[in-house]
């Protein structure tokens, strides 16, 4: 996985894959991956850390698909591209920052064999 604007280089280890809730459990605020039926500790942190980094793998494969597609929205070559001013509107982010992630997607673009879902 490449390394987002911000993650200082650190890898991460996959984690195990997250489980989505039946939407009629999320209803309720205090269910929450039926952590808070667990009683032993142990149990506890091992799970609730399994679900920690599968979140946050999550969020470095988010990440990465959205430095591509600002890279993409961004190309000078297509007719209908997006400034980088454009580009920040659309995901709400600072110009300074879309043009991070714009010059971070083009390198996952240039990086040979590059794919978000690998």
Excluded at 97 to 106: D, Q, V
Aim: charged share 35%; no cysteine; proline share 7%.
């Amino acid at each position: 996985m490449a390394e987002s604007p911000e993650s200082g280089g650190q890898r991460r280890v996959r984690p195990a894959q997250l489980v989505f809730e039946p939407a009629e459990v999320t209803a309720d605020p205090e269910h929450f991956f039926d952590l808070e039926s667990i009683e032993d500790p142990r149990e506890l942190l091992a799970r609730a850390t399994e679900l920690t980094l599968a979140f946050r793998a999550a969020t470095d494969r988010a990440v990465e698909f959205q430095a591509v597609a600002a890279a993409q929205l961004a190309d000078p070559r297509r007719f209908d591209r997006l400034t980088p001013a454009d580009v920040a509107a659309r995901a709400e982010w600072t110009e300074d920052y879309a043009l991070k992630m714009i010059e971070f997607g083009r390198e996952l673009i240039r990086t040979a064999g590059h794919d978000p879902e690998e």
